[in-house]
Nanobody, 116 residues
Framework: QVQLVESGGGLVQAGGSLRLSCSASGNIFSIHAMGWYRQAPGKQRELVASITPTGTPNYADSVKDRFTISTDNAKNTVYLQMNSLKPEDTAVYYC??????????WGQGTQVTVSS
């Protein structure tokens, strides 16, 4: 059983930064790709960023050049550094593993609110 715990969300002004963390119960991120998703009120959950076990990132166009995903396998943690935040980034952010199995292993989510 894999447990994922997100942290780092909060309230920030537009243009500010936050760093989200996704901590896992074991050394899993070196095995399969994982993803950060977000869901805004009234909208579908969308994939924001993903990272492979070898560290190759992929980003949604809406966050490219603003968000950075990275892994610390020694800490069993994946980070999402979010810079130049916009009000439209407001959402609950979830980490998910493995990327190819949408039916299992989601964190509880962390709220990110960006004020204008």
């Amino acid at each position: 059983q894999v447990q994922l715990v997100e942290s780092g969300g909060g309230l920030v002004q537009a243009g500010g930064s936050l760093r989200l963390s996704c901590s896992a119960s074991g050394n899993i991120f070196s095995i399969h790709a994982m993803g950060w998703y977000r869901q805004a009120p009234g909208k579908q959950r969308e994939l924001v960023a993903s990272i492979t076990p070898t560290g190759t990132p992929n980003y949604a166009d809406s966050v490219k050049d603003r968000f950075t995903i990275s892994t610390d396998n020694a800490k069993n943690t994946v980070y999402l550094q979010m810079n130049s935040l916009k009000p439209e980034d407001t959402a609950v952010y979830y980490c998910h593993y493995p990327l190819w199995r949408p039916d299992i292993y989601w964190g509880q989510g962390t709220q990110v609110t960006v004020s204008s």
